[in-house]
């Protein structure tokens, strides 16, 4: 089973929002409500930063929240801020045998 | 505060083997299934292993079955991995992530351990 699909790269402007995509299949995003994504800064360990499609686990901050829309998962990250410049990964539960599948993660830039 | 931290890597030959070890803090180990996962930078994240609390429930991807085994000591809260027979693809970041089963999601995650196989 392939790697979710997400753009390679984003960019938005301090104080702006932008929005990640997360492209799975009926097997996967599309079937569980199971979509997590991780914030990782070069060099450094990934950071969850929402679970089960749209939870926040404490201590994150209210400007990231996910949503979901058949087989499209998505981050929104809203107010942007240059300590938001880092790879984001979603990742999604595919069933027992493959068990979670991992986005190919998205670069954010912060102009 | 919840951590993990990874040991064991290294630069070894293929056909070698290699142990990793992950010791948790902060949290109470015995109730929480662990996975290690691994980063390279063209496969990108996998999921390779995972072991619930007892050890009796256990989870293989297919590229590294037959090849590692993941153990766990609860009374030394730490979180293992024996790889055997490595590859040069099994070149990557190795991880450690405490992991909530219910909802399939890694938190918190090690730093990461270095583990390269090359002649």
């Known amino acids: 089973q392939s790697a979710l699909t997400q753009p390679a790269s984003v960019s938005g402007s301090p104080g702006q929002s932008i929005t990640i995509s997360c492209t799975g299949t009926s097997s996967d995003v599309g079937n569980y409500n199971l979509v997590s994504w991780y914030q990782q800064h070069p060099g450094k360990a990934p950071k969850l930063m929402i679970y089960e499609d749209v939870r926040r686990p404490s201590g994150v901050s209210n400007r990231f929240s996910g949503s979901k829309s058949g087989v499209t998962a998505s981050l929104t990250i809203s107010g942007l801020q240059a300590e938001d410049e880092a790879d984001y990964y979603c990742?999604?539960?595919?069933?027992?045998?493959?068990?979670?599948?991992f986005g190919g993660g998205t670069k954010l830039t912060v102009l | 505060q919840m951590q993990v931290v990874e040991s064991g890597g290294d630069l070894v030959k293929p056909g070698e083997s290699l142990r990793l070890s992950c010791a948790a803090s902060g949290f109470t180990f015995i109730d929480y299934y662990m996975s290690w996962l691994r980063q390279t930078p063209g496969k990108g994240l996998e999921c390779i292993s995972y072991v619930g609390p007892s050890g009796n429930t256990i989870f293989y991807a297919d590229s590294v079955k037959g090849r590692f085994t993941v153990s766990r000591d609860n009374t030394k809260n730490s979180l293992y991995l024996q790889m055997n027979s490595l590859r040069p693809e099994d070149t990557a970041v190795y991880f450690c992530?405490?992991?909530?089963?219910?909802?399939?999601?890694?938190?918190?995650w090690g730093q990461g351990t270095q583990v390269t196989v090359s002649s």
């Open positions: 990742c999604s539960y595919a069933g027992v045998t493959i068990h979670v599948l």
């Open positions: 992530a405490r992991t909530r089963v219910r909802g399939n999601y890694f938190d918190p």
